[in-house]
């Protein structure tokens, strides 16, 4: 400062350094003006385009941008690799089904021993829901409650008295006929009527066979893989379904990634949920290897030539749950808000194009039902026979049901499409999975006339036929609810699960003891490849018949 008086002060020309600072001052001043002008610009376009959803997305693994979408892990994933992929959750997800679900992933029928295991109860934190009491049908987007009354679940009790302690019946053993047919008797209630009903027809023998195999599919879950098990027969694989007044088109993975070009289907619910994801990616690797960009919330897998996405979310019940104390049930075990839906994957759902929900066989576990904060009943837990227990698990798969759709139809920012599949049959022959229930040795669907009704799969196929009607019209939102009605179908295939084959240990038992009793099997998840394949057809047409039912037709 000192310096710059003194030259200012001195005579003319008696210092050169003073023809410079007038253009110093003049630089200074320009570069002052163009931070300025720089700083009003940025200010501008950030609130144009605020970056908190980036950001958000960023961290929480979806985001509403896919071109910011692109850049994520785009360094360092050209290609998966299951080995170091500590974001794939094998999950202790049936325990209480008989089942050890902490089998590693099989890469190609290569056991992989590397795979985190995830506890699925200690997975999410949930709290418990403070939402208070809502109008019919109305929804919190984040996970707000539904309101439900008990009256409601008595007008349908009925003879449905107890049914959640009724035993699965038998089916008799071997198929007669090549051909299985389905009677015409299956609920149509929602099934996608642009076209013939997709859920009444039978199975046929296609000698073509799979579209890929156990080697060719590196997500397969190694309890799935019953070729890589030793399973010995392989003429499950080839059964194909036949609609009665038209064609099933075998799954197309090209024109399938075309048809999603730029959007995402979500597979939301328990390991049921799982097996069908993984079968969608197995399909899908025939034509191009995704990229693998999950995380702790979510498995994510992007397809870069159409940039669409595959999403798995798990969800045990679909609905609110908390482990904290409400009344007299006390803390760690599992409390059901039956009229509040799973907030963990709900403020996801605005992302989705394609929601798949998958659910039922949870309300088999421990767990205490509340409905309007009151408990209202309980699976494996009601200490005090003198209170009387309002609903049983049943009405309570029924009324997570409706919730959870209802849920889904009103949310305020959600204009996609929902397939609910239909309960998934499970087929433990002359017991249920801890009384010698079995599926060994069954190597072809159900002839006709061969399949013994199973009152516990349609009491709760019939529930959740029941939700699902409630939850249509109860819809508000520019959504569309299909749902997906295989339950009757696949009660014919007893011949699709892994049954004892259920790892590649070489010294596992596969036959009954001398003294009969089964070896401990899966009769609950189907095989990979297998029928759980047809499901992925399935989704795929009723997706194709949407899609085309939107189309302006000046185009």
């Not at 200010?43 to 941008?65: K, M, Q």
């Not at 409390?335 to 403020?347: Q, S, T």
């Amino acid at each position: 400062m000192w310096k710059a008086m003194n030259l200012a002060s001195s005579p003319k020309g008696t210092n050169p350094a003073m023809a410079a600072f007038p253009r110093s001052l003049s630089s200074m001043a320009a570069s002052v003006g163009g931070l300025a002008l720089f700083l009003v610009i940025a200010s501008l376009l950030l609130v144009s385009y605020p970056i908190g959803s980036t950001v958000r997305g960023y961290f929480y693994g979806i985001d509403s941008s896919r071109q910011v979408d692109l850049l994520i892990f785009e360094g360092n994933q050209s290609s998966i690799d299951l080995h170091h992929d500590s974001n794939l959750d094998v999950v202790d997800e049936d325990s209480s089904l008989g089942l050890d679900l902490k089998g590693p992933i099989s890469l190609g029928g290569v056991t992989n021993n590397s795979v985190n295991v995830i506890d699925s109860q200690s997975e999410f934190n949930l709290q418990e829901s403070t939402t208070g009491t809502r109008k019919e049908g109305q929804t919190n987007p984040k996970g707000g409650s539904v309101t439900l009354s008990v009256k409601e679940i008595d007008a349908d009790k009925g003879s449905e008295e107890n049914s959640s302690d009724a035993a699965s019946a038998d089916s008799k053993s071997g198929a007669k006929s090549d051909i299985s047919a389905v009677p015409s008797n299956a609920s149509k209630t929602g099934s996608d009527d642009s076209g013939c009903d997709l859920y009444q027809g039978r199975w046929f023998y296609d000698s073509v066979g799979p579209l890929y195999t156990n080697n060719t599919c590196p997500v397969l879950t190694q309890m799935q893989n019953c070729q890589g098990n030793g399973r010995p027969d392989k003429e499950y694989e080839n059964w194909r379904w036949k609609p009665s007044q038209c064609d099933l088109p075998r799954f197309d993975a090209k024109k399938f990634l075309e048809l999603m070009r730029g959007k995402t289907i979500a597979f939301i619910g328990d390991s049921v949920a799982r097996n069908q994801m993984e079968s969608m990616l197995c399909l899908l690797w025939q034509v191009e290897a995704p990229k693998n960009r999950g995380n702790k919330k979510m498995q994510r897998y992007f397809f870069r030539s159409t940039s669409t996405m595959v999403v798995r979310i798990w969800s045990s019940w679909l609905v609110h749950q908390t482990s904290e104390s409400i009344d007299f049930a006390p803390k760690d075990v599992v409390k059901l808000h039956l009229d509040a839906p799973d907030e963990h994957f709900m403020e996801f759902i605005p992302n989705f194009d394609v929601i798949v929900l998958s659910s039922g066989h949870w309300f088999a576990k421990q767990s205490v039902y509340v409905l309007n904060n009151e408990i209202v009943g309980g699976q494996l837990w009601w200490p005090d026979r003198s209170r009387p227990m309002k609903i049983n698990s049943v009405e309570a798969f029924g009324i997570s049901v409706e919730t959870i759709l209802t849920s889904i139809a009103t949310h305020p920012n959600f204009t996609g499409l929902t397939i609910l599949r239909t309960y998934s049959p499970d087929h433990y022959e002359g017991g249920a999975w801890n009384t010698g229930g079995s599926c060994t040795g069954k190597e072809k669907p159900l002839a006709p006339g061969e399949l013994v009704e199973n009152g516990f799969t349609e009491i709760m196929h019939k529930k959740q036929i029941t939700g699902f009607d409630r939850a249509i019209n109860k819809a508000t939102n520019k959504s569309k609810l299909k749902l997906m009605d295989i339950t009757e179908s696949f009660g014919y295939r007893h011949d699709g699960h892994p049954g004892p084959y259920r790892s590649p240990d070489p010294n596992k038992l596969t036959k009954r003891s001398p003294h009969g009793k089964p070896p401990p099997q899966d009769c609950l998840h189907w095989c990979m490849p297998g029928p759980v394949d047809t499901w992925n057809e399935l989704v795929f047409e009723i997706i194709r018949r949407d899609f085309e039912a939107n189309q302006d037709p000046s185009i």
